[in-house]
């Protein structure tokens, strides 16, 4: 084993494969889950039938249908930047998990940078979504790929603001070191030091900034301008089929799952939680935070229309950068103070 | 049939009433010649007439609720022909205004010879004529003059006819019968108008 | 850069570079684009997100029902006219049916004007019933179709007990209502009119679509971002309804308090008492609201109907074979989308000399382009949306 363990292209094709599986599976089932909590909130039963029981093979059933169907490239299209759009999306959020921790020792590299990485690395999915907007040669895909491009920009802000407010009450940027922060006791009643996790020690409207902004990154209701289907037909995604349109759908819900995770190791403590040994019990525990995120993802998704694109830039511009800027002057004011 | 209730003695006051908003607004009008059978305030006006009747009533029934044709000809393709034995051939163009408080209606008509069917334009005065006007036009091959956009509404680019006029005839219907009119009744214009009497 | 004042009030609000000088883009939406009903065509010069002008094509669902209407007869052109704005089939034949009837100076009896009115005004409760759940789809939020649609359902299988038909029902006969089936002869008294069980299902359902009314007063007129995407967009000034003809729910909400139903006496309306809702700034949000409040009437009127309903026939005496007098006739009715007219011209035989139909989507549409030029694409669907058009009510 360890002659595997210690060969570092032996290693890096073990976690290579580990994310690939995590990433795809976690992805299905948020699918799953999307598909019948839509349903539920709609009065309707969704999946029933697939897999025998509770239409659990759904999206496994929905990912051999789409590749069943014919890959169409409209003639007019650039076919290398058409082609690379969708790996470029999925690539994307397959980077970010890189840096998640999922136990003290289960991540696979904990960078000292590791949430600049994050959100760097995150921001590319974007990319992806602007490549088919512009190679579609289709004007509702152009139009979608453009608007997010500008809804990036506008909500990238925010979103890092969020973030640094973290940074400096953890006092570092490594993701391992952001949950040991919040790990630590943040007061002691008694003798008992009570630890929190920075959502309750005054990172809420950080918290809160983050998860709007993380709806705009992932063009999720009411932030879904780039796909807006009474509008622009589906956006980016208009010309696209089988398998290519598949990586879309997936990288959707990879993003979820990984942005997700994201906030809940930012945020809400990531894999720890008081009493319990987080060697043991951390990836269940961050999947369990995880959920509670996915599950408000789903259910804004099924419950809110979508906003117009002035209203969401100024939305970004006057009230979540502002607001960003302030908490983030509070917090390290703090910081300093105590 | 029942006793009507257009003629019955206790309508008397609501008739009075109808025939005094009709002589009003035809005085207004400056039309002569007006009926208001059937509860429908029909006002007939001359072809120079047209825009200033409108003009005229637009304060007081600033509702534009509809404008079209009708061709009246003695030589049809298809339905019944007129009644009117000395009926000359023409275009009826109506249009219907109304108030929005206490419900009057009032529907102008003005007769336009076939061979010179132009009338001005009632977008000036109604903007809500446009489409309506547009219509008229395809369907009737009726001539707007000072129309914006003189187009066609509905029918596709390179049509050719004015299918409402009474000589163009229902193709399909011509190349086979519409299979209703085997039923108990029949249908205008068939020859058989004993068909339906059997009870 | 060319652009009238109403456009340049939008730039205010989002500033597009007016230095940067590119060329429009045209943008065909429909006649397939999911949006527009059907098949409606718009064709927009758009400057990024901002809309210069806009094309509406309309006919991709002509069929022609004026000429039809001239080799049809008249008992047959009843079943025509419910196809015309197929969201409210039954209220479509009342104008009609009532011309045909008062040319002939016949009367429906009143247990007939009672059910065409419980049923119009059901046929009224299911098209907006499907506007206030289907407007929110088009901003984007998916979950009020299904609540809405829900009760609809109820409504419609109320209309479907009595006339076999959900969305088509051609129960209306020129002096009555069609008798039940199985009946016999149309003159007698029939203790079969009505389905069993009708009026306390009736009850029934109209206190469901009272609760659903007040579900979507929470889900949808309080959210914070349909309020945004609605209130001060698309802004229909009186003047501007008016000159245009838009009528119903759509002219009411500009402040126009007038609804055909209090003027005139196609149905005996007047015997019953409702409360027309009238808005305030014309905009998406009044319309919207102005439907939300016309369910709520609709189901009042409809509890009073079953509470009054007289005995008697369903069919006045008319001739076995319907021939209408010479004479012509406009008769009007407030539909669920606004005012739809017959004007018919008889020339004494068994259809129509010539048949005018008015429809109120042909006008409330007819509207929109002076009222998108200089709004944002996606205001183009809100607004759209909001003016409640069937294609077959704007194309005939």
Redesign the interface.
Same mark, same amino acid.
Request: with cysteine.
């Given at each position: 084993m360890n002659v595997l363990f210690d060969n570092f292209w032996a290693l890096l094709g073990i976690k290579l494969l580990l994310i690939v599986l995590v990433v795809m599976t976690t992805a299905l089932v948020v699918i799953y889950a999307e598909l019948k909590l839509g349903a539920h909130f709609q009065h309707r039963i969704g999946p029933y039938f697939a897999g025998g029981r509770w239409g659990w093979a759904q999206p496994l059933a929905d990912a051999l249908k789409f590749l069943q169907k014919e890959d169409i490239i409209p003639a007019a299209a650039d076919r290398v930047v058409f082609k690379a759009a969708p790996m470029v999306s999925l690539m994307a959020y397959f980077a970010v998990v890189v840096i998640i921790p999922f136990s003290p020792r289960l991540v696979v590299q904990d960078l000292d940078v590791g949430i600049f990485y994050a959100l760097a690395a995150g921001s590319l999915g974007t990319l992806g979504v602007l490549m088919a907007g512009w190679s579609s040669a289709n004007k509702y895909s152009l139009m979608g790929g453009l608007r997010a491009a500008a809804q990036l920009i506008a909500y990238e802000l925010p979103l890092v603001l969020a973030v640094v407010g973290v940074v400096i009450q953890a006092g570092t940027m490594s993701m391992v070191g952001i949950v040991e922060a919040q790990a630590e006791p943040a007061f002691h009643l008694g003798s008992v030091g009570i630890p929190l996790p920075f959502v309750l020690q005054g990172q809420l409207i950080g918290f809160i900034i983050f998860m709007i902004a993380m709806l705009a990154e992932l063009s999720r209701t009411p932030f879904d301008l780039p796909m807006a289907e009474s509008e622009l037909v589906m956006g980016y995604l208009t010309e696209y089929s089988g398998l290519r349109f598949t990586m879309f759908f997936l990288a959707e819900y990879a993003g979820i799952f990984v942005m997700s995770a994201l906030v809940s190791t930012l945020f809400l403590g990531g894999y720890f939680l008081p009493g319990l040994p987080s060697n043991v019990f951390g990836p269940v525990i961050l999947m369990g935070k995880t959920s509670v995120i996915i599950f408000l993802i789903i259910w804004f998704r099924w419950t809110w229309p979508r906003v117009r694109e002035d209203q969401l830039q100024g939305f970004a511009w006057r009230w979540l950068v502002p607001l960003a800027l302030a908490n983030l002057a509070v917090t390290a004011t703090l910081k300093v103070v105590f | 049939?029942?006793? #009507?209730?257009?003629?019955a003695a206790q309508e008397a006051p609501a008739r009075e009433a109808l025939a005094d908003a009709a002589a009003r607004f035809a005085d207004l009008a400056g039309s002569s010649d007006f009926t208001f &059978?059937? /509860?429908?305030i029909?006002l007939r006006v001359e072809r120079d007439g047209w825009i200033p009747a409108h003009e005229a009533l637009r304060t007081e029934l600033?509702?534009?609720?509809?404008l079209?044709g009708?061709?009246w000809a003695r030589d049809v393709a298809?339905?019944? @022909? @007129?009644?009117a034995e000395d009926l000359e051939d023409h275009y009826e163009v109506?249009s219907?205004l109304a108030d929005?408080?206490?419900?009057a #209606?009032v529907?102008l008509s003005v007769d336009l010879p076939k061979d010179d069917a132009t009338l001005e334009t009632l977008t000036p005065v109604? /903007?809500?004529a &446009?489409?309506?006007e547009r219509e008229a036009h395809e369907?009737f091959g009726i001539d707007f003059r000072g129309h914006p956009n003189l187009v066609?509404?509905?029918? @596709?680019d390179g049509f050719e006819g004015h @299918?409402?006029r009474k000589s163009?005839p229902?193709l399909s219907?011509e190349v086979k019968p519409?299979p209703?009119t085997v039923d108990v &009744?029949?249908?205008?214009?068939t020859e058989n108008p004993e068909a /339906?009497?059997r #009870? | 850069m060319t652009m009238d004042p109403r456009a340049a009030m939008h730039h205010s609000e989002v500033a597009v570079s007016v230095e940067l000088q590119t060329p429009d883009m045209t943008l065909n939406l429909g006649p397939q684009h999911p949006s527009t009903h059907g098949v409606l065509r718009l064709v927009a010069q758009v400057d990024g997100e901002r809309v210069e002008s806009v094309e509406p094509v309309v006919g991709y669902m002509h069929r022609g029902y004026e000429k039809l209407a001239e080799v049809r007869t008249y008992p047959q052109i009843t079943a025509l006219v419910n196809r015309i704005d197929w969201t409210s089939g039954f209220a479509n034949e009342i104008a009609f049916v009532v011309g045909a009837e008062r040319l002939m100076g016949i009367e429906a009896p009143p247990r007939a004007q009672w059910i065409r009115l419980i049923l119009t005004e059901m046929a009224r409760m299911a098209n907006h019933l499907v506007f206030v759940s289907s407007y929110p789809l088009e901003l984007g939020a998916t979950t009020p179709m299904f609540y809405a649609l829900h009760e609809r359902e109820r409504v419609l299988d109320l209309i479907e007990g009595v006339t076999g038909g959900r969305f088509h029902p051609n129960f209306n006969r020129i002096g009555g209502v069609k008798p039940a089936a199985g009946g016999g002869s149309s003159q007698k008294k029939l203790a079969q009119d009505l389905p069993k069980g009708f009026i306390d299902e009736t009850r029934f359902a109209m206190e469901k679509v009272f609760e659903i009314c007040d579900t979507m007063d929470k889900l949808i007129v309080g959210n914070e971002i349909f309020r945004g995407r609605t209130i001060g967009v698309g802004v229909i000034p009186p003047d501007q309804a008016l000159a245009y003809g838009v009528s119903g729910p759509n002219m009411r909400a500009t402040g126009i308090d007038f609804d055909i139903r209090k003027v005139d006496d196609y149905l005996p309306y007047s015997e019953f008492d409702f409360d027309v809702p009238v808005g305030e700034n014309g905009d998406c949000f009044d319309r919207y609201m102005m439907r939300l409040h016309e369910i709520r009437q609709s189901a009042r009127i409809i509890l009073q109907a079953l509470d009054t309903l007289p005995s008697g026939p369903l069919q006045a005496k008319v001739p076995r074979i319907i021939k209408i007098p010479r004479g012509e006739i406009y008769v009007r009715s407030e539909n669920p989308k606004g005012e739809m007219g017959y004007h018919i011209i008889s020339e004494g035989g068994r259809g129509p000399y010539r048949l005018k139909v008015r429809t109120a989507s042909f006008s409330n549409l007819s509207v929109l382009q002076w009222l998108l030029a200089g709004v944002l694409i996606p205001d183009i669907i809100a607004i759209l949306g909001s003016l409640d058009f069937v294609l077959g009510d704007v194309d005939r």
């Open positions: - | 049939m029942t006793e #009507s209730p257009f003629d &059978e059937h /509860g429908t029909k600033p509702f534009f609720s509809w079209a009708v061709d298809v339905g019944d @022909p @007129p009644v109506m219907c929005v408080t206490v419900g #209606s529907i109604y /903007g809500g &446009e489409w309506h369907m066609k509404l509905y029918l @596709p @299918p409402l163009f229902l219907r519409w209703g &009744e029949d249908m205008p214009s /339906g009497d #009870s | -």
